[in-house]
Every structure is written in structure tokens, then in C-alpha cells.
């Protein structure tokens, strides 16, 4: 319940079940609702790196459940012997995605907990513990990200938005989706324009599936279609999610973001950018430090294993591209909007704790 509103989530990529997580797998939507549960923590880490979850929030949720399910499966009592083991687990989880700032930023709490915590059993507890916290904070901090980016829609407004960035990818209520669906909740007439996203579609398979199922207005377009629609003037306000942030403003996300934003910026609507703070990484001074994943080129040349395209060909395959705070209007984070990115702007939002 926000602001009076209910928009709880009838369903989340993943949930902790005690001894085992439940992983709802992206790869098979929107046409089968298929889920995983498991003890091990190794599946989690494929599950990742397959991208049966994915969005930023979304996987560093599912890091800090796969390294409780690490931390729950090594037998040993000794807690020299514990430490090791569980340090190499965090390792795996750590190498599974190599761009979204959240993984990190659940290694680095579990990390602090491990250097911190010397007995074994107690050190269990405290890990399970900390990745619930992990969780409930991006339920809530996509709340304030909700309410916030909520008053940036006005009534009557058509929205693009690239991927997917609801609850599949959050766990909570979603940054710009969650926005979205804010509005939506508000009562205000809005339209949504879904890029589909390509090469894997998590627009026309995600973005979809979950705009259906709130009853939100949309139309799928293909990714090369967003010039011409903007030129149309069919667009109002272009929201879209966020991987990493570097300390000044720029921003890695879905590959064909940058597109989106230089083309809105020809067009003059606002691009706007929605991700809780712990997307925001001020070691990265700015977007040429952000490490873009390059991904394996069957994800282009096949879908779902089909052949697409020429097997034998050369293919460049990065998974994210960066957009330049000089194209970003605004960044809504949960502490509050950060208008004209900067990296003195950034800086005051990461020190505003409230």
C-alpha cells in the first residue's frame, strides 16, 4: 500500500523458502509460467548467468540468495575452513555478471558480514539474515522509486520504455515499470510504448506479460521503430531502468538505450532513468569504467535454438550500452530525483540517507 494505493505484486522472480529459493524463469515467458526450486546454490548462479533472472535489483537479490544457500551447504565446522569455503562461493556468484552494479553490491555486504563474524554457525544466520534485508529493501526502496517517478507523469501521457523493468527484474514493484504502474493506479490515462527489445525480447516477452496482467494500455514496437513513433509525436516521456551508474550520471542499461535517449533528445521529451541507489557505483568515475558484458553470439544468430541467421559468422553481441548524464533528464532513485545528472548531484543523493 502506497500514498492509499494497493499495488502489491501478484508474483516475484524469486522467493526465499527457507532452506531452498524459488525462481520464477524468465527464459520460458510469456508463454509458459515455469518456476525452479532449489537448494543449490550453483543453480542459482547458472540461473543468473542464463538470465532466467535478470534486472539488476532482481539478480542482486538472487546473489544474496545464492550465497545463503552457499553459506547453509558447507558442512564444515571448523571456521578457518567455513571462511574458505564460503569465500569461494561468494566468488562464483560474483563472476556470474560481470555489468549489473547490484550483484557487487550484495558481494560487498556479504563480504563486510565474513570479515566481521568469525564463528561458523553464527555466521549461517547472519548470512540468510542479510539477504532477506537485502530483499525487503528493494521492496521498499522500489516503493519511494514508485511514488517519486509517479508525479513525473501527467495525465493523458504515451511512454516508451526499452526492456524490462517491473517486478521480473526488481522483486519488489519495479523502477520505471514500477513507475508506470503508479501512474496507472493513479488513474491517469496513460499509453505505453514497449520496444521489444531485442536480441533476447524482454520487451515483447516481459514488458508485456507483466502490462497485460496490470491492465495497462500498450502497443509492442519493434526496437527501430522508436525514431519513427517520437517523429510522430506519439511519445511524451521515454522512462527506462538502470544496470550501473557511474558517480557522474551516466548510465549502462539494455543495449539500444543510448539510441532512445539521443533520439529523444533530437525530439526534446525527456529521458528519464529509474534505479535505487544501489545501482549507483561512485568508484566508476563515469561511463567508460562501467565493464559492458559481452554475451555469446547464439543469442543473435538463433532463438529459442533456432537457427536465425548463418551459424558461421563473425558476431558482436555487448548486452548493454552507456547513455551520457547529458542525455538524462532526471535519475529517480528512492531517496529522491536527481534532476540534470552530475556527479556533484549524484554525490549529494548518495549522501542523503533519509
Same mark, same amino acid.
Given at each position: 500500500m502506497i500514498g492509499g494505493i494497493d499495488i502489491d505484486t501478484k508474483y516475484r522472480p524469486i522467493e526465499w523458502l527457507g532452506n531452498s529459493v524459488r525462481i520464477l524463469d524468465q527464459t520460458q515467458l510469456p508463454l509458459r509460467e515455469v518456476y525452479i526450486e532449489t537448494s543449490d546454490f550453483m543453480e542459482v548462479a547458472s540461473a543468473i548467468r542464463n538470465m532466467k533472472i535478470r534486472g539488476a535489483p532482481a539478480i542482486g537479490v538472487a546473489a544474496a540468495f545464492g550465497i545463503a544457500l552457499g553459506a547453509l551447504s558447507v558442512s564444515s565446522n571448523v571456521n578457518a575452513t567455513y571462511h574458505i569455503q564460503l569465500s569461494k562461493i561468494i566468488d562464483i556468484i560474483r563472476n556470474t555478471r560481470p555489468t549489473a552494479r547490484n550483484l557487487f553490491y550484495t558481494v560487498e555486504r556479504m563480504n563486510n558480514l565474513v570479515s566481521k563474524i568469525g564463528e561458523y554457525s553464527s555466521l549461517k544466520k547472519a548470512i540468510v539474515q542479510e539477504a532477506l534485508n537485502i530483499q525487503n529493501e528493494e521492496i521498499k526502496y522500489s516503493f519511494n522509486i514508485c511514488q517519486f517517478g509517479a508525479d513525473l507523469i501527467q495525465d493523458g501521457m504515451n511512454i516508451l520504455t526499452h526492456c524490462?523493468?517491473?517486478?521480473?527484474?526488481?522483486?519488489? !514493484?519495479?523502477?520505471?515499470?514500477?513507475?508506470?504502474? $503508479?501512474?496507472? !493506479?493513479?488513474?491517469?490515462?496513460? &499509453?505505453?510504448?514497449?520496444?521489444?527489445?531485442?536480441?533476447?525480447?524482454?520487451? %515483447?516477452?516481459?514488458?508485456?506479460?507483466?502490462?497485460?496482467?496490470?491492465?495497462?494500455? $500498450? %502497443?509492442?514496437?519493434?526496437? %527501430? &521503430?522508436?525514431?519513427?513513433? &517520437? !517523429?510522430q509525436n506519439k511519445i511524451n516521456l521515454v522512462i527506462v531502468g538502470a544496470d550501473c551508474i557511474a558517480a557522474n550520471g551516466d548510465t549502462a542499461n539494455k543495449i539500444g538505450t543510448y539510441s532512445l535517449a539521443v533520439l529523444s533528445k533530437i525530439h526534446g521529451i525527456p529521458f528519464i532513468v529509474a534505479a535505487p541507489t544501489s545501482t549507483i557505483d561512485i568508484s566508476r568515475k563515469n561511463g567508460k569504467d562501467i565493464i559492458i558484458e559481452e554475451r555469446n553470439a547464439d543469442e543473435i544468430i538463433k532463438y529459442r535454438g533456432i537457427p536465425i541467421s548463418l551459424e558461421d559468422i563473425k558476431v558482436y553481441n555487448p548486452a548493454f550500452d552507456v547513455t551520457p548524464a547529458k542525455y538524462i533528464s532526471a535519475i529517480v532513485t528512492e531517496r529522491g530525483i536527481i534532476r540534470k545528472p552530475s556527479r556533484k548531484n549524484v554525490l549529494e543523493i548518495m549522501m542523503n540517507n533519509n
Open positions: 524490462n523493468t517491473g517486478p521480473l527484474a526488481t522483486t519488489g !514493484y519495479g523502477t520505471a515499470l514500477g513507475i508506470i504502474k $503508479f501512474a496507472h !493506479y493513479q488513474k491517469k490515462n496513460i &499509453m505505453v510504448f514497449v520496444d521489444e527489445t531485442r536480441p533476447l525480447f524482454q520487451g %515483447s516477452r516481459l514488458t508485456v506479460w507483466e502490462l497485460k496482467k496490470e491492465g495497462i494500455p $500498450f %502497443s509492442l514496437i519493434t526496437d %527501430s &521503430m522508436a525514431g519513427a513513433v &517520437m !517523429y
